[in-house]
Nanobody, 126 residues
Framework: QLQLVESGGGLVQPGGSLRLSCAVSGFTLDYYTIGWFRQAPGKEREGVSC????????KYADSAKGRFTISRDFAKNTVYQQMNSLQPEETPIYYCARPSNALSACTLGPQEYRHWGQGTQVTVSS
């Protein structure tokens, strides 16, 4: 059964860091791009980062460049997003997702992704 399960969210102070995890099952990372997205209340879902099946291509939203890093562990079938210097306005729900097709391009457009996790809440507050 295909599943993506996010974890690692929580409460962090402004300027702090969190590492989100996306544990996948029912498929292997060798063939699929994985993307991280976020959605704040009343706003559209936006792409944050993605990593291609080869790991060669990694893309970041402008807001994430220099602060967020996407990586993966094949042995654990898990994709991570390290987030540093978090700001109070960055308190959305974070989702990981996978496109329908294998070998799909790494893209930050949510419409290109078919399978989604349940999300993990990140709250940045002092």
């Amino acid at each position: 059964q295909l599943q993506l399960v996010e974890s690692g969210g929580g409460l962090v102070q402004p300027g702090g860091s969190l590492r989100l995890s996306c544990a996948v099952s029912g498929f292997t990372l060798d063939y699929y791009t994985i993307g991280w997205f976020r959605q704040a209340p009343g706003k559209e879902r936006e792409g944050v980062s993605c990593i291609s099946n080869t790991g060669v291509t990694r893309k970041y939203a402008d807001s994430a460049k220099g602060r967020f890093t996407i990586s993966r562990d094949f042995a654990k079938n898990t994709v991570y997003q390290q987030m540093n210097s978090l700001q109070p306005e960055e308190t959305p729900i974070y989702y990981c997702a996978r496109p329908s097709n294998a070998l799909s391009a790494c893209t930050l457009g949510p419409q290109e992704y078919r399978h989604w996790g349940q999300g993990t809440q990140v709250t940045v507050s002092s």
